[in-house]
């Protein structure tokens, strides 16, 4: 992976080049899991859904990865940059002997993720680590896992090399190739 990339910002007096290096799974991982969506029950059935900003932790992940010449940026800039710095888009899985595939793309290039398929015990434990769900007296606060992914990742496809976003995706993807053709085989019908 490159060491500095330039995310292009749209201000009122034009477009801003914001020097950054690529985040560490570390800054990653703690940038992810302040993602907190937070599901309130109203009563009669009715709930509420919210998703909190992560504005804060963009601004000090940003500032963390901020590289020589880099302005100073408020939340919404840094969480915009953040946003882009860790897009990635997953094309379809691919499943053939035991093995899985996927192309990744991502701001560092295209790359082919292939990995073995996880035991039952790996796709437990991500399962019941993935997300982490608190009980709240009138509601549910949800709360990803991000170090999850990276970990089925290492097991599964050791010599992979993936940001964390990245990661995630691509686990989710291939946990859900796995869950959509255990039901196709056990359908009786």
Known sequence: MEDRYVIELARPDGI???????????????????NKTVRQSLGRGRSVQETRSCG????????????????????????????AL??????????????????????AGRQRVEARI??????????????????????????????AAVELLAAIAPDVSLMVPAAVLVASAFMQ???SRDEIEQDPF
């Open 177 to 179: 190739e796995l869950e």
């Open 118 to 147: 996880p035991t039952a015990r790996e796709r437990h434990e991500y399962r019941t680590s993935a997300l982490r769900v608190l009980h709240l007296k009138n509601g549910q606060e949800y709360r990803p896992n991000p170090r």
């Open 16 to 34: 801003l080049d914001v020097p950054v290096r690529m985040p560490t799974a570390d800054e990653w991982v703690t940038f992810l899991k302040a």
């Open 56 to 83: 804060p932790e963009a601004l000090l992940l940003y500032g963390a990865i901020r590289q020589g010449g880099a302005p100073d940026l408020d939340e919404f800039e840094a969480l915009e940059l953040v946003s």
């Open 86 to 107: 860790g897009d990635a888009r997953i094309g379809e899985v691919e499943r053939e002997a035991g093995r899985l595939a996927v192309e990744v793309t991502t701001r």
